[in-house]
């Protein structure tokens, strides 16, 4: 993949499986948990639901951007993602981030020109930071085995959640600002999940004034709307 990736020990699947399995049963009988898609007891996300977050890449189009999406934001995906952003469950970062990986990796080979891409994840605002105690996306990046550079920050503004998509896109104006020149430099953009494409746009708008460029966009999950989404294998 032509974005960083932290190396690893070449470990097989199973041996993974295995040891998760091991040390989830383990953490189980010392701290009780409940599963982030389903709420069934012993695991923060059951075999069940870890199947259902199997990804299934496709792009999800936007007026204003276009990106790739691991999953469709509904059902356990939604409720996984929900138990992760907004209800401290970190735990849930292992399961999601093959999704991302997957949205990563269609983003990339989708670009014109894929090598030289710099991974860049659309920041939280501080205040987000400070009430979560935590960067959702940051830490879904680092699961998912890659790192971002940091290259826009947050100014402070509504949350999206519950807004129209006028309302979204007057919020999200003005809503990122680069920490310094990005001239010659090119992105894949990150985000968790893609509704309007509001925040991407702005995120992107920010990059491209100082003089850096988004070769590529991919989200974890896109939430379905009337605009017509083809998958990787159409």
């Known amino acids: 993949m032509p974005i960083d990736q932290r190396p690893g020990p070449r470990t097989s699947a199973r041996a993974v499986r295995v040891v998760r399995e091991a040390l989830s049963d383990a953490l189980g009988l010392l701290v009780p948990v409940s599963c982030g898609g389903c709420g069934a007891p012993d695991r923060a996300v059951c075999g069940a639901c870890r199947a259902a977050l199997a990804p299934v890449p496709a792009r999800a189009p936007r007026p204003e951007i276009e990106a790739w999406a691991g999953l469709a934001y509904a059902g356990v995906a939604a409720r996984t993602i929900r138990s992760f952003k907004d209800e401290g469950r970190t735990d849930a970062a292992p ?18 020109r894929a090598t030289g891409l710099e991974l860049a994840a659309v920041p939280s605002t501080a205040a987000a930071r400070r009430e979560r105690g935590y960067e959702p996306l940051a830490l879904l990046v680092r699961h998912a085995g890659f790192r971002s550079v940091r290259v826009l920050r947050a100014r402070e503004r509504a949350d999206q959640a519950g807004l129209g998509r006028s309302a979204r896109r007057a919020n999200a104006d003005g ?23 509001s925040t991407l746009a702005a995120a992107a708008r920010a990059i491209r004034s100082a003089g850096g460029s988004v ?15 083809h998958h990787l294998n159409d």
């Open 215 to 229: 070769g590529a966009v991919a989200v974890l999950a896109h939430t379905p709307l009337r605009i017509p989404v």
């Open 95 to 112: 399961a999601l981030a093959p999704a991302l990986r997957a949205a990563l990796a269609a983003a990339c080979a989708s670009a014109p």
């Open 175 to 197: 809503a990122f600002a680069p920490v310094r020149r990005l001239d010659g430099r090119r992105f894949v953009l990150v985000d968790d999940v893609v509704t309007t494409g």
